[in-house]
Protein backbone atom coordinates (compact mmCIF):
# COMPACT_ATOMS: atom_id res chain seq x y z
CA UNK A 1 0.00 0.00 0.00
CA UNK A 2 1.22 3.32 -1.13
CA UNK A 3 0.90 6.28 1.40
CA UNK A 4 -0.53 9.50 -0.51
CA UNK A 5 1.11 12.29 1.26
CA UNK A 6 0.15 15.85 0.48
CA UNK A 7 3.20 17.68 2.23
CA UNK A 8 5.49 17.78 -0.73
CA UNK A 9 3.01 18.71 -3.20
CA UNK A 10 1.78 21.34 -0.89
CA UNK A 11 5.13 23.22 -0.49
CA UNK A 12 5.60 22.42 -4.55
CA UNK A 13 2.16 24.62 -5.03
CA UNK A 14 2.75 27.11 -2.39
CA UNK A 15 6.66 28.20 -4.20
CA UNK A 16 4.58 28.37 -7.59
CA UNK A 17 1.93 30.41 -5.80
CA UNK A 18 4.95 32.51 -4.38
CA UNK A 19 6.36 33.10 -8.18
CA UNK A 20 3.55 34.10 -9.32
CA UNK A 21 2.61 36.34 -6.56
CA UNK A 22 6.15 37.88 -7.23
CA UNK A 23 5.03 38.36 -10.95
CA UNK A 24 2.84 41.16 -10.32
CA UNK A 25 0.83 43.38 -8.02
CA UNK A 26 1.00 42.10 -4.50
CA UNK A 27 -2.38 39.72 -4.43
CA UNK A 28 -4.43 40.28 -1.37
CA UNK A 29 -6.78 37.61 -0.21
CA UNK A 30 -10.16 38.63 2.15
CA UNK A 31 -11.27 35.95 4.59
CA UNK A 32 -14.63 36.77 5.64
CA UNK A 33 -15.44 34.47 9.24
CA UNK A 34 -18.64 35.19 11.28
CA UNK A 35 -18.18 31.90 13.57
CA UNK A 36 -16.12 30.79 16.31
CA UNK A 37 -16.07 27.16 15.05
CA UNK A 38 -12.44 26.16 16.57
CA UNK A 39 -11.56 24.18 13.54
CA UNK A 40 -12.81 26.65 11.03
CA UNK A 41 -10.86 29.21 12.51
CA UNK A 42 -7.33 26.67 12.81
CA UNK A 43 -7.78 26.69 8.86
CA UNK A 44 -8.13 30.49 8.75
CA UNK A 45 -5.04 30.88 10.33
CA UNK A 46 -2.96 28.72 8.54
CA UNK A 47 -4.47 30.34 5.49
CA UNK A 48 -3.09 33.31 7.36
CA UNK A 49 0.14 32.23 8.09
CA UNK A 50 0.76 30.28 4.45
CA UNK A 51 0.00 33.51 2.72
CA UNK A 52 2.34 35.50 4.92
CA UNK A 53 5.23 32.78 3.88
CA UNK A 54 4.31 33.22 0.11
CA UNK A 55 4.07 37.09 -0.14
CA UNK A 56 0.31 36.95 -0.26
CA UNK A 57 -1.66 39.45 1.93
CA UNK A 58 -4.38 37.86 4.01
CA UNK A 59 -7.11 40.15 5.75
CA UNK A 60 -9.21 38.38 8.33
CA UNK A 61 -12.33 40.30 8.12
CA UNK A 62 -14.00 39.15 11.46
CA UNK A 63 -17.81 39.70 11.85
CA UNK A 64 -18.11 37.59 14.78
CA UNK A 65 -20.84 34.82 15.39
CA UNK A 66 -23.80 36.77 15.99
CA UNK A 67 -23.48 38.64 11.97
CA UNK A 68 -26.53 38.77 9.95
CA UNK A 69 -26.94 37.78 6.75
CA UNK A 70 -26.95 41.63 5.54
CA UNK A 71 -23.98 42.10 6.75
CA UNK A 72 -22.23 39.24 5.88
CA UNK A 73 -23.72 40.48 2.28
CA UNK A 74 -22.96 43.96 2.30
CA UNK A 75 -19.24 42.56 3.58
CA UNK A 76 -18.78 40.17 0.55
CA UNK A 77 -20.43 43.56 -1.58
CA UNK A 78 -17.87 45.83 -0.88
CA UNK A 79 -14.66 43.64 -0.73
CA UNK A 80 -15.73 42.24 -4.32
CA UNK A 81 -16.15 46.25 -5.31
CA UNK A 82 -12.10 46.98 -3.98
CA UNK A 83 -9.81 47.02 -6.42
CA UNK A 84 -7.24 45.81 -3.87
CA UNK A 85 -8.39 42.87 -3.15
CA UNK A 86 -7.76 40.19 -5.91
CA UNK A 87 -9.31 36.99 -3.69
CA UNK A 88 -11.85 36.65 -1.17
CA UNK A 89 -13.81 33.88 0.76
CA UNK A 90 -16.16 33.09 2.91
CA UNK A 91 -15.74 30.76 5.54
CA UNK A 92 -18.15 28.41 6.75
CA UNK A 93 -19.89 27.30 8.75
CA UNK A 94 -22.49 30.64 9.05
CA UNK A 95 -24.78 31.82 11.80
CA UNK A 96 -27.84 30.11 11.89
CA UNK A 97 -30.10 31.34 9.15
CA UNK A 98 -27.25 32.84 6.82
CA UNK A 99 -26.75 30.43 3.06
CA UNK A 100 -23.44 30.37 2.37
CA UNK A 101 -24.88 29.42 -1.26
CA UNK A 102 -27.46 32.78 -1.30
CA UNK A 103 -24.23 35.12 0.27
CA UNK A 104 -21.47 33.86 -2.19
CA UNK A 105 -23.15 35.06 -4.98
CA UNK A 106 -22.10 38.67 -3.75
CA UNK A 107 -18.68 37.29 -4.60
CA UNK A 108 -17.12 38.38 -7.47
CA UNK A 109 -16.40 35.46 -10.15
CA UNK A 110 -13.37 36.95 -10.77
CA UNK A 111 -12.40 36.43 -6.60
CA UNK A 112 -13.81 33.65 -6.21
CA UNK A 113 -10.63 31.59 -5.27
CA UNK A 114 -12.66 29.02 -3.42
CA UNK A 115 -15.11 28.53 -5.54
CA UNK A 116 -18.12 29.45 -3.76
CA UNK A 117 -20.55 31.71 -6.10
CA UNK A 118 -23.16 29.36 -8.11
CA UNK A 119 -21.39 30.87 -11.05
CA UNK A 120 -18.31 29.16 -10.58
CA UNK A 121 -19.93 25.94 -10.05
CA UNK A 122 -21.91 26.16 -13.08
CA UNK A 123 -19.08 27.39 -15.31
CA UNK A 124 -17.15 24.61 -13.73
CA UNK A 125 -20.29 22.02 -15.12
CA UNK A 126 -20.38 23.59 -18.84
CA UNK A 127 -16.29 23.06 -19.01
CA UNK A 128 -15.83 27.14 -18.84
CA UNK A 129 -12.24 28.63 -16.92
CA UNK A 130 -13.52 29.09 -12.91
CA UNK A 131 -11.78 28.71 -9.84
CA UNK A 132 -13.08 25.28 -8.67
CA UNK A 133 -13.52 25.06 -4.85
CA UNK A 134 -9.64 24.69 -3.25
CA UNK A 135 -10.55 21.36 -1.53
CA UNK A 136 -11.88 19.95 -4.61
CA UNK A 137 -9.14 20.93 -6.86
CA UNK A 138 -6.69 19.88 -4.14
CA UNK A 139 -7.95 16.08 -4.58
CA UNK A 140 -7.46 16.54 -8.44
CA UNK A 141 -3.68 17.41 -7.62
CA UNK A 142 -3.33 14.65 -5.33
CA UNK A 143 -4.56 12.16 -8.08
CA UNK A 144 -2.03 13.94 -10.55
CA UNK A 145 0.62 13.92 -8.60
CA UNK A 146 0.82 10.59 -7.83
CA UNK A 147 -0.39 10.04 -12.00
CA UNK A 148 -3.52 7.71 -11.12
CA UNK A 149 -4.97 7.18 -14.29
CA UNK A 150 -8.45 8.10 -14.32
CA UNK A 151 -9.15 7.99 -17.68
CA UNK A 152 -12.07 5.27 -18.17
CA UNK A 153 -11.82 4.55 -14.73
CA UNK A 154 -14.84 3.84 -12.27
CA UNK A 155 -14.93 6.53 -9.33
CA UNK A 156 -16.90 6.57 -6.55
CA UNK A 157 -17.09 10.41 -4.18
CA UNK A 158 -19.21 9.99 -1.17
CA UNK A 159 -20.63 13.21 -0.13
CA UNK A 160 -22.77 15.29 -2.21
CA UNK A 161 -22.01 18.95 -0.52
CA UNK A 162 -21.55 22.40 -2.99
CA UNK A 163 -17.90 22.33 -1.34
CA UNK A 164 -16.11 18.93 -2.12
CA UNK A 165 -18.61 16.15 -3.72
CA UNK A 166 -20.63 18.12 -6.77
CA UNK A 167 -17.72 20.00 -8.07
CA UNK A 168 -15.13 17.10 -7.79
CA UNK A 169 -17.92 14.97 -9.54
CA UNK A 170 -17.51 17.48 -12.70
CA UNK A 171 -13.60 17.74 -12.64
CA UNK A 172 -13.91 13.97 -12.54
CA UNK A 173 -16.28 14.06 -15.43
CA UNK A 174 -13.82 16.17 -17.41
CA UNK A 175 -11.04 13.77 -17.13
CA UNK A 176 -13.55 10.97 -18.50
CA UNK A 177 -14.12 9.03 -15.37
CA UNK A 178 -17.48 7.58 -14.77
CA UNK A 179 -18.22 8.76 -11.77
CA UNK A 180 -21.21 8.06 -9.39
CA UNK A 181 -21.83 9.87 -6.19
CA UNK A 182 -23.14 8.33 -2.85
CA UNK A 183 -24.88 10.47 -0.15
CA UNK A 184 -26.68 9.46 2.89
CA UNK A 185 -29.66 8.39 1.33
CA UNK A 186 -27.58 6.19 -0.74
CA UNK A 187 -28.72 2.52 -0.22
CA UNK A 188 -26.00 -0.12 0.86
CA UNK A 189 -22.96 2.58 0.53
CA UNK A 190 -20.61 -0.19 1.05
CA UNK A 191 -21.73 -2.27 -2.47
CA UNK A 192 -21.46 1.09 -4.56
CA UNK A 193 -18.25 1.89 -2.76
CA UNK A 194 -16.96 -1.30 -3.51
CA UNK A 195 -17.08 -0.90 -7.23
CA UNK A 196 -14.43 2.18 -7.22
CA UNK A 197 -11.01 2.45 -8.49
CA UNK A 198 -10.85 5.52 -7.36
CA UNK A 199 -12.87 5.90 -4.35
CA UNK A 200 -13.46 10.04 -2.64
CA UNK A 201 -14.49 10.40 1.39
CA UNK A 202 -15.95 13.23 1.64
CA UNK A 203 -18.38 12.84 4.51
CA UNK A 204 -17.00 13.72 7.58
CA UNK A 205 -17.55 10.81 10.07
CA UNK A 206 -14.73 9.21 11.49
CA UNK A 207 -14.40 5.87 10.32
CA UNK A 208 -17.52 5.70 8.24
CA UNK A 209 -15.52 3.61 5.22
CA UNK A 210 -13.76 0.58 6.11
CA UNK A 211 -11.99 -2.35 4.47
CA UNK A 212 -15.37 -3.72 3.38
CA UNK A 213 -16.19 -0.32 1.29
CA UNK A 214 -12.83 -0.91 -0.78
CA UNK A 215 -11.93 -2.95 -3.95
CA UNK A 216 -8.75 -4.98 -3.48
CA UNK A 217 -6.14 -2.08 -5.17
CA UNK A 218 -8.46 0.70 -5.04
CA UNK A 219 -6.67 4.36 -4.68
CA UNK A 220 -9.09 5.88 -1.80
CA UNK A 221 -8.33 9.86 -1.08
CA UNK A 222 -10.03 11.16 2.47
CA UNK A 223 -11.14 14.79 2.53
CA UNK A 224 -13.02 14.02 5.94
CA UNK A 225 -11.41 16.22 8.87
CA UNK A 226 -12.73 15.39 11.98
CA UNK A 227 -12.05 16.46 15.50
CA UNK A 228 -10.72 13.58 17.84
CA UNK A 229 -10.95 13.30 21.34
CA UNK A 230 -7.51 13.90 22.53
CA UNK A 231 -7.35 17.36 20.09
CA UNK A 232 -5.88 15.59 17.07
CA UNK A 233 -7.68 14.64 13.51
CA UNK A 234 -9.15 11.46 11.88
CA UNK A 235 -10.47 10.91 8.53
CA UNK A 236 -13.54 9.44 7.39
CA UNK A 237 -11.50 6.16 6.04
CA UNK A 238 -10.41 3.59 8.88
CA UNK A 239 -6.73 4.38 7.87
CA UNK A 240 -5.25 0.63 9.28
CA UNK A 241 -8.13 -1.53 8.27
CA UNK A 242 -8.08 0.08 4.52
CA UNK A 243 -4.53 0.33 4.30
CA UNK A 244 -4.59 -3.68 4.01
CA UNK A 245 -6.95 -3.75 0.99
CA UNK A 246 -5.76 -0.46 -0.64
CA UNK A 247 -3.35 0.26 -3.06
CA UNK A 248 -3.23 3.74 -2.49
CA UNK A 249 -4.64 6.23 0.44
CA UNK A 250 -4.07 9.65 1.65
CA UNK A 251 -2.97 10.55 5.01
CA UNK A 252 -5.63 12.38 7.84
CA UNK A 253 -3.62 14.53 8.35
CA UNK A 254 -0.67 15.22 5.70
CA UNK A 255 -2.88 14.73 2.79
CA UNK A 256 -5.59 16.40 1.27
CA UNK A 257 -5.73 19.57 4.02
CA UNK A 258 -2.40 21.04 3.24
CA UNK A 259 -2.90 21.04 -0.51
CA UNK A 260 -6.20 22.89 -0.10
CA UNK A 261 -4.62 25.79 1.58
CA UNK A 262 -1.67 25.96 -1.03
CA UNK A 263 -4.22 25.89 -3.94
CA UNK A 264 -6.36 28.46 -2.25
CA UNK A 265 -2.90 30.46 -2.33
CA UNK A 266 -2.07 29.54 -6.13
CA UNK A 267 -5.57 30.75 -6.94
CA UNK A 268 -5.40 34.00 -5.43
CA UNK A 269 -2.08 34.27 -6.51
CA UNK A 270 -3.82 33.85 -10.50
CA UNK A 271 -6.45 35.96 -9.47
CA UNK A 272 -4.35 38.82 -9.11
CA UNK A 273 -2.60 38.24 -12.51
CA UNK A 274 -6.11 37.87 -14.39
CA UNK A 275 -5.83 40.88 -17.35
N1 LIG B 1 -9.27 18.81 4.07
C1 LIG B 1 -9.94 19.81 3.55
O1 LIG B 1 -9.36 20.62 2.89
C2 LIG B 1 -11.41 19.94 3.79
C3 LIG B 1 -12.05 19.00 4.53
N2 LIG B 1 -13.40 19.06 4.69
C4 LIG B 1 -13.99 17.97 5.46
O2 LIG B 1 -14.66 17.08 4.58
C5 LIG B 1 -15.80 16.54 5.18
C6 LIG B 1 -17.02 16.87 4.34
O3 LIG B 1 -17.19 18.25 4.28
P1 LIG B 1 -18.46 18.92 3.57
O4 LIG B 1 -18.59 18.40 2.19
O5 LIG B 1 -18.33 20.37 3.79
O6 LIG B 1 -19.63 18.31 4.50
P2 LIG B 1 -21.23 18.40 4.42
O7 LIG B 1 -21.72 18.09 5.76
O8 LIG B 1 -21.65 19.62 3.71
O9 LIG B 1 -21.60 17.17 3.44
C7 LIG B 1 -21.45 15.84 3.87
C8 LIG B 1 -21.96 14.91 2.79
O10 LIG B 1 -21.86 13.58 3.29
C9 LIG B 1 -23.07 12.89 3.12
N3 LIG B 1 -23.28 11.91 4.18
C10 LIG B 1 -23.53 12.12 5.50
N4 LIG B 1 -23.63 10.96 6.17
C11 LIG B 1 -23.44 9.98 5.26
C12 LIG B 1 -23.43 8.58 5.34
N5 LIG B 1 -23.63 7.93 6.49
N6 LIG B 1 -23.20 7.88 4.19
C13 LIG B 1 -22.99 8.52 3.02
N7 LIG B 1 -22.98 9.86 2.90
C14 LIG B 1 -23.20 10.58 3.99
C15 LIG B 1 -24.13 13.96 3.16
O11 LIG B 1 -25.30 13.50 2.52
P3 LIG B 1 -26.63 14.41 2.33
O12 LIG B 1 -26.32 15.35 1.21
O13 LIG B 1 -27.67 13.41 1.96
O14 LIG B 1 -26.87 15.09 3.64
C16 LIG B 1 -23.44 15.11 2.46
O15 LIG B 1 -23.62 15.03 1.05
C17 LIG B 1 -15.81 17.15 6.61
O16 LIG B 1 -15.12 16.28 7.47
C18 LIG B 1 -15.02 18.43 6.44
O17 LIG B 1 -14.42 18.86 7.64
C19 LIG B 1 -14.17 20.02 4.08
C20 LIG B 1 -13.57 21.01 3.34
C21 LIG B 1 -12.13 21.06 3.20
N1 LIG C 1 -15.62 27.96 2.53
C1 LIG C 1 -14.90 27.00 3.11
N2 LIG C 1 -13.96 26.33 2.38
C2 LIG C 1 -13.20 25.36 2.97
O1 LIG C 1 -12.32 24.75 2.30
C3 LIG C 1 -13.41 25.04 4.36
C4 LIG C 1 -14.42 25.77 5.04
N3 LIG C 1 -15.13 26.72 4.41
N4 LIG C 1 -14.66 25.50 6.35
C5 LIG C 1 -13.84 24.54 7.10
C6 LIG C 1 -13.28 23.44 6.21
C7 LIG C 1 -12.13 22.66 6.82
N5 LIG C 1 -11.01 22.87 5.92
C8 LIG C 1 -9.71 22.39 6.16
C9 LIG C 1 -8.64 22.73 5.35
C10 LIG C 1 -7.35 22.30 5.62
C11 LIG C 1 -7.10 21.50 6.71
C12 LIG C 1 -5.71 21.06 7.00
O2 LIG C 1 -4.77 21.49 6.38
N6 LIG C 1 -5.48 20.19 8.02
C13 LIG C 1 -4.17 19.66 8.37
C14 LIG C 1 -3.96 19.31 9.82
C15 LIG C 1 -4.65 20.10 10.87
C16 LIG C 1 -4.39 19.63 12.27
O3 LIG C 1 -3.50 18.81 12.50
O4 LIG C 1 -5.13 20.11 13.17
C17 LIG C 1 -3.94 18.38 7.61
O5 LIG C 1 -4.93 17.77 7.15
O6 LIG C 1 -2.80 17.97 7.53
C18 LIG C 1 -8.16 21.13 7.51
C19 LIG C 1 -9.45 21.56 7.23
C20 LIG C 1 -11.40 23.69 4.92
N7 LIG C 1 -12.69 24.05 5.02
Not at 38 to 57: D, F, M, P, Q, T
Not at 154 to 180: E, F, I, Q
Request: with cysteine; net charge negative; glycine share 10%.
Amino acid sequence: MKTLTGKDLAAAIRAQAQAEAAAGPQPRLAVVVATDDEASLWYVRSIAKAAAGVGIACDVVDLGRDATPGHIGETLARLSADANVHGLMLQTPLPAGASAQELAAAIDPRKDVDGANPLSLGRLAAGLPAFPPATAAAVMALLDHHEVELHGRRAVVVGRSTVVGKPLAHLLLDRHATVTVCHSRTRDLASVTATAEVLVAAVGRAGLIGAGHVAHGAVVIDVGTNPTDDGGLTGDVDFEAVSRVAGALTPVPGGVGPVTTALLLRHTARAANLP
